[in-house]
């Protein structure tokens, strides 16, 4: 019964802390998105603005990867 328990609180703790990173990734994608957006919103851009925008780019799919795959290991346990 014990070893259960034991079992079942390490489970919980697992998908809380998977819970965590998915939730912190989609927030950092919320604020990547509010500075896209207000790059993007200006009739003229600077090229670091420009770098900026593919380096958004490319964080914001990198955290969608992550999440992808942390949902994934979710249904699998």
């Known amino acids: 019964m014990s070893e259960n328990k034991d079992e079942l609180i390490k489970a919980q703790n697992e998908l809380i802390g998977i819970l965590f990173e998915i939730i912190k990734r989609l927030q950092a994608n919320n604020d990547l998105d509010t500075e896209y957006f207000q790059i993007i919103g200006k009739e003229t851009r600077t090229e670091n603005e420009n770098s900026r ?9 990198d955290n969608a990867e992550i999440v992808s795959r942390l949902l994934k290991q979710i249904e699998s346990n």
């Open 53 to 61: 925008l593919d380096e958004i780019t490319k964080e914001r799919t």
